[in-house]
């Protein structure tokens, strides 16, 4: 059978084209699939052709948020039936290098990522009506909730491993420096924790209302209110936890100013290299961590938004067909209007 998929050839230059869909063999499932969440890293290969080192060197299928609906069944497959919606899990970890023996796999030296150019061949993505992939790689939403909602699984991975490295944050000052998806999500979680209070900054306000409608206290236009983040930063600061989701060197100063000496940072948004002001994380013995990608967490996160104990609704603030696709990155990018765009698929 034929399928559309949504593939990107080079900066600005997305199409949707036409492709076979192998039938599913021993161990895999076609899915149909509904929703693929547009995000940062599909937003720089297509402004920029790539980031950093990695660069789109062939047609490249985007897209690693996505669920669907279980299509065919191979041979072989338990735990799944035809119509079941699934959230799909983009990261296949190779189970044999010294880091997935450890336990930990998000580091593993040869992982399979869908929708990433950074092997070669590239690894093609999910944007598309149609796709056979190992079983393994769906997990069923058990919950009456919407294509979209499964969607959101992969980036809500992200957020509870990043949550994880927080330590505990039951009553604790929690700070997220920018509002996009993985920010408002680190809201979502800090909030179901049990922060005592969770502050969010941003320079646009469509992501702060979208962060007080999913949990925080208080927001911050840093544009047009500098002077709440420089009381933060009185004494010896304010907050005891900092997710710091932008990348950026100035929310970084600002996050690092606004914390209290024995502080947590948990890098989660990352731009290239950004520079540390290292006066200051020690001089107030602030433990600055990175967080990347997610294991076990994907299989937690369905969990929480098949119950809506994590309600992710308030952050899809676009779904758009596929056939729409180049406006779609254009909203996508557009952080005034947008913070999750979806593309639809099977319409
Ligand atoms: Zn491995």
Redesign the pocket.
Known sequence: MKTRVCCLHSAKDIRVETRDVAPPQAGEVRVALGAGGVCGSDLHYYQHGGFGVVRVREPIILGHEAAGFVAEIGAGVTGLKVGDMVALNPST?????????QGL?M?????IFNGSAMRMPHVQGFYRDQMTVDARQCVPVTGDVAVSEAACSEPLAVCMHAVSLAGDLKGKRVLVTGAGPIGVLCVALAKEAGAAEIVVTDLQKVPLDVASEMGATKVVNVIDDADTMQAYARGKGYFDVAFECTGVASALVSALGALRPRGVIVQVGMAGDTAVPLGILVAKEITHRGTFRFHSEFQDAVDAISTRRIDVRPMITAQMPVENAEEAFELAGDRTRAVKVHLVFNT
Request: charged share 25%; hydrophobic share 15%.
């Open positions: 970890n190779c189970g044999k290098c010294e880091y997935c023996v796999e580091h593993c030296t040869d992982m």
